[in-house]
């Protein structure tokens, strides 16, 4: 953008924010900004139905705003899918800070961040994701009472990423039990790219189970600790997605399966932890589905570190924690067949479970 006085004719043409794809019906967005700081951050709120909106804050170097208000829109969007087709009692929502979270990332940053959320009285409540840690929620907690994910020592339920890879691992196995006859991974060349906190732990269960796990990342050093500690294969070729594999499991950044992606894959399941993983969720559900490539949704199998937090605002202990994530397996099998059954694409059965949950809360409400 530039600093020019753009014309009241061209702001038409460019819908900045009702316009976009990924807005979606979102019911309010908050741009955040503090000079002092460094601060610009954008909270979105998609859908309060069934609960406050949670959801993590990622901060990241976006290229420009619009980058970033699409990725924030996307995402809150997701979180509302993912907390009601998993059966929690929340809403959707999310925040970016534009920025990089290495060296712009300071606790004064993340103390008036925190303030813009506490100004939202508990109708968005934040989390960590990529870019965050638990301290930084500690942080924030420091201001607010409307963020999960911090510390235990704190009183918090911890890193979620351990229970997202748990849930993430589950929902693979469905998806091979679907696609295979059965969830054994023995054997099976599993892809897993982005082995950061999710992704290494996933990576752990995959080689527990005796699966051939090859691993991608753009750190060298991820590389090299996750492979002296597994025994996964490092990926040394240019276009991961060409490769022979039986499973693809994005753990990276979103929206990997795009239209120079999807009519290379040769894997027979994609499942993985990233979020928003279609490009297009329309037009890519629907190639994957004719393609004969099973989609294990995102949302539906990464819900694991949100039920991890939902933990802390409902006090439930580890164990039902972990019963919960494993559910993600029958969940993901029941919307597999389903989607099969009406032949549907699998994204498009998860988000008519979550959308049929929140249309007849609204009824509810409306009694
Ligand atoms: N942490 C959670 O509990 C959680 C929950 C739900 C969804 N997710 C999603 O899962 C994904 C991973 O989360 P995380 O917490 O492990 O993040 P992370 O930042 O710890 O790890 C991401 C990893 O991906 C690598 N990476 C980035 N670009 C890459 C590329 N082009 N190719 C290969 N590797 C690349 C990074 O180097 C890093 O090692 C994110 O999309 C996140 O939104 C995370």
Redesign the pocket.
């Known amino acids: 953008m530039t600093s020019e006085i753009i014309s009241s004719k061209e702001l038409k043409k460019m819908d900045p924010v009702f316009g976009q794809y990924s807005f979606d019906d979102h019911e309010q967005i908050v741009f955040c900004n503090d000079k002092d700081t460094g601060l610009k951050a954008i909270i979105g709120i998609h859908n309060t139905v069934l609960g406050p909106a949670l959801g993590g804050t990622r901060m990241w170097n976006y290229a420009n705003e619009w980058e970033a208000l699409n990725d924030v829109l996307r995402l809150s969007r997701g979180m509302t899918f993912k907390s009601a087709v998993t059966g929690l009692n929340l809403g959707g929502g999310k925040a970016v800070i534009i920025g990089d979270a290495k060296t712009q990332k300071t606790p004064e940053l993340m103390k008036r961040f925190g303030e813009f959320v506490h100004s939202l009285s508990g109708k968005y409540i934040t989390a960590e994701?990529?870019g965050m840690t638990t301290e930084d929620m500690d942080t924030v907690r420091e201001v607010t009472p409307y963020v999960t994910g911090i510390s235990e020592s704190k009183g918090g339920a911890g890193n979620?990423?351990p229970i997202?890879a748990y849930g993430v691992f589950m929902g693979m196995k469905a998806a091979a039990k679907f696609q295979f006859g059965s969830d054994v991974l023995e054997d099976k060349n599993v892809f897993v790219?982005?082995?950061?906190?999710?992704?290494e732990a996933l990576v752990e269960h995959l080689v527990n189970e005796g699966a051939n796990v090859t691993i991608?990342?753009?750190?060298q050093d991820?590389l090299e600790e996750v492979r002296s500690k597994y025994g996964a294969t490092v990926y040394g070729g240019d276009d991961i997605y060409s490769e022979d594999m039986d499973i693809y499991a994005p753990?990276?950044?979103?929206a990997t399966i795009n239209d120079d992606t999807i009519y290379k894959l040769k894997a027979k399941i994609v499942a993985g932890?990233?979020?928003n993983q279609l490009a297009d969720e329309k037009s890519h559900g629907l190639i994957l589905q004719e393609r004969g490539i099973v989609y294990a949704p995102d949302f539906l199998i990464?819900a694991g570190?949100i039920i991890n937090v939902y933990a802390e605002l409902e006090n439930y202990d580890r164990q039902e924690i972990m019963r919960k994530t494993e559910n993600i397996y029958n969940t993901t099998l029941e919307i597999l067949d389903n989607a099969k059954v009406n032949n549907l694409t699998t994204h498009n059965a998860a988000l008519n479970v979550a959308r049929e949950r929140i249309e007849t809360r609204k009824r509810e409400n409306l009694k």
């Open positions: 994701d990529v979620p990423s997202t790219q982005g082995i950061g906190n999710v992704g991608s990342d753009i750190s991820r753990c990276a950044l979103g932890a990233a979020n990464n570190g």
